[in-house]
């Protein structure tokens, strides 16, 4: 089955290194993408790793893949400000028609 | 180039009532997605057009929800009688067949 799980909440200091974790159930999956939701915004493609990579690395984003135990991690170097949001992680299937499959989002709260 | 848009990005209803979102996608885009999220809990997945045509609605809670793409262009998806837990963000995206970029939603409360 289809399932992608993220833990609800994160805090850190401005500054700090943030790593939001992702779990997901389907071991097919082709993509694995985070997206970004500042206030009152849509959701916005951060960065997405294809499922034969185990990291990539994308300015002050590095995404790690753990294929075999299903795990994917976003880190946030410098953690500033601006990057208090809620980041959701998402998984595209094969024959799924690049629909998403969505956890239920990590709140960053980031404090000086 | 506009980007996707919702209307409205707010609306209350009471319960029984009926409501239709809209979503205009990015010129050009012929796929379109719907997405809803309850609760602070996950995006659900509720439909996919290619164009004027539903690829997958597998997602559709019931049949209390219409979503349609006349002319493959905007879509609307409506709520008819819309019920309390119908409440949350509903969000559309297009995508030429790779990024799928995402509006702003529409935040619908049933009481």
């Known amino acids: 089955g289809e399932d992608v799980e993220q833990s609800l909440f994160l805090s850190v200091r401005e500054g700090d290194s943030s790593v939001i974790n992702c779990t997901y159930t389907?071991?097919?999956?082709?993509?694995l993408y985070w997206y970004k939701q500042e206030p009152g915004a849509g959701l916005q493609l951060l960065t997405y790793?294809?499922?034969?990579?185990d990291m990539k690395q994308d300015q002050r984003l590095t995404v790690l893949l753990n294929k075999k135990d299903k795990h994917l991690s976003l880190r946030i170097a410098d953690t500033q400000t601006g990057d208090s949001a809620i980041y959701f992680c998402?998984?595209?299937?094969?024959?799924?028609?690049?629909?998403?499959?969505f956890g239920a989002g990590t709140r960053l709260a980031v404090h000086p | 180039e506009a980007g996707v848009t919702q209307f409205p990005s707010h609306s209350v209803i009471e319960k029984g009532q009926t409501v239709t979102l809209r979503c205009d996608p990015i010129?050009?885009?012929?796929?379109l997605y719907w997405y809803r999220r309850v609760m602070g809990k996950e995006i659900k997945f509720l439909l996919h057009?290619?164009?004027?045509?539903?690829?997958?609605e597998s997602g559709m809670p019931n049949n209390r929800f219409l979503a349609e793409r006349t002319g493959g262009t905007y879509s609307t998806l409506k709520v008819q009688p819309a019920e309390l837990e119908d409440s949350g963000v509903y969000f559309c995206a297009s995508s030429r067949g790779g990024e799928a970029f995402f509006g702003q939603g529409t935040r619908l409360t049933v009481v």
């Open positions: 010129s050009g885009h012929d796929n």
């Open positions: 389907d071991s097919s999956s082709t993509y």
């Open positions: 790793i294809f499922s034969n990579m």
């Open positions: 057009f290619v164009k004027e045509s539903k690829q997958d």
């Open positions: 998402a998984e595209t299937v094969p024959g799924g028609y690049n629909k998403l499959i």
